[in-house]
C-alpha cells in the first residue's frame, strides 16, 4: 500500500496500488490548523498533539507527540485511547536511532534504516513492516511525500496499527530540506548588491543543502 497524497494538494491517506483510498488522514477535530502546523514545520514546538486515520467505519488509531521523551518521539493510540505503542527517537548525526515499545514495556522492536529503506524488526529478529519514500515532490512539505508500506508480521508482538503507523513516523522524524531562503533568491539579491555578503551567503547555503542532501540520502 501507499501514504500520502496521490496527487499533488490531494486527499491524505492510506490507498492501494489500483488507487483506491484504504483511510484517511486527518488533524483531530479539537486542535483546527494542525496539517497546516506540520506543512509549516512548526510541529516539533507546537502544542498540537494528534493525527488521526479513519476508515469508512470510523476511526482506526491516532498518532501524536510523546512528550516524555527528549527527541521528536510517539506513541499510537486506539480510537478509544488505549497506548497501543511509541516510537522513541534519539536523534542522531546522520540518522535517528528509533526503538519502539510495546503500551509503556521495554522496547520490542527497532526501525533499522539501510539505503533508504526502512524496516520495523523485531529486536534481534525479523522485520515486522518495511517502508520507503518512493516520491518527493516539492519544497520541504512532507504532505507532498508519498511512501510505500509493507506489512510482514502476523506474531502480534506489536499492534498492526502501530506497524501502520511506521510511515507517518519516518516522515516526521526524517531529516528536512531547507525552508529559509530554498530559491537563493535572498542570496541572489545581495550578491547584486552587496557581492561579498551575497556570495558568503550562497557558500552557507550550498552547504546546508549539501547536509541536508546527504542525510536525506541515508534516510
Not at 197 to 212: M, R, T
Given at each position: 500500500m501507499f501514504v500520502g497524497a496521490p496527487l499533488v494538494d490531494g486527499a491524505l491517506g492510506y490507498w492501494d496500488v489500483d488507487d483506491r483510498q484504504l483511510a484517511r488522514i486527518e488533524s483531530d477535530e479539537d486542535t483546527p490548523g494542525l496539517l497546516?502546523?506540520?506543512?509549516?514545520?512548526l510541529v516539533l514546538s507546537s502544542p498540537v498533539h494528534a493525527w488521526r486515520i479513519s476508515a469508512s467505519d470510523g476511526p482506526v488509531f491516532s498518532i501524536g507527540l510523546y512528550e516524555a521523551a527528549d527527541d521528536p518521539s510517539f506513541r499510537i493510540l486506539s480510537p478509544e485511547?488505549?497506548?497501543?505503542?511509541?516510537?522513541l527517537c534519539d536523534?542522531?548525526?546522520?540518522?535517528?536511532?528509533?526503538?519502539?515499545?510495546?503500551?509503556?514495556?521495554?522496547p520490542v522492536a527497532e526501525v533499522e534504516t539501510r539505503r533508504r529503506l526502512h524496516q520495523l524488526r523485531e529486536l534481534h529478529g525479523p522485520p515486522m513492516a518495511t517502508c520507503k519514500r518512493v516520491l518527493d515532490r516539492v519544497g520541504d512539505d512532507p504532505l507532498?511525500?508519498?511512501?510505500?508500506?509493507?506489512?510482514?508480521d502476523d506474531r502480534d508482538i506489536l499492534d498492526r496499527r502501530v506497524l501502520l503507523a511506521l510511515p507517518l513516523?519516518?516522515?516526521?522524524?526524517g531529516p528536512m530540506k531547507r525552508s529559509v531562503g530554498p530559491d537563493g533568491v535572498v542570496a541572489g539579491t545581495l550578491l547584486l548588491a552587496l557581492?561579498?555578503?551575497?556570495?558568503?551567503?550562497?557558500?552557507?547555503?550550498?552547504?546546508?543543502?549539501?547536509?541536508?542532501w546527504l542525510r536525506r540520502q541515508l534516510t
Open positions: 497546516e502546523d506540520f506543512v509549516a514545520g485511547g488505549e497506548h497501543l505503542g511509541t516510537y536523534d542522531g548525526v546522520l540518522r535517528d536511532e528509533i526503538l519502539v515499545r510495546e503500551e509503556a514495556t521495554a507532498q511525500e508519498v511512501w510505500w508500506l509493507q506489512v510482514h513516523v519516518c516522515a516526521l522524524t557581492p561579498p555578503v551575497g556570495l558568503a551567503l550562497l557558500l552557507v547555503e550550498g552547504a546546508i543543502d549539501g547536509w541536508y
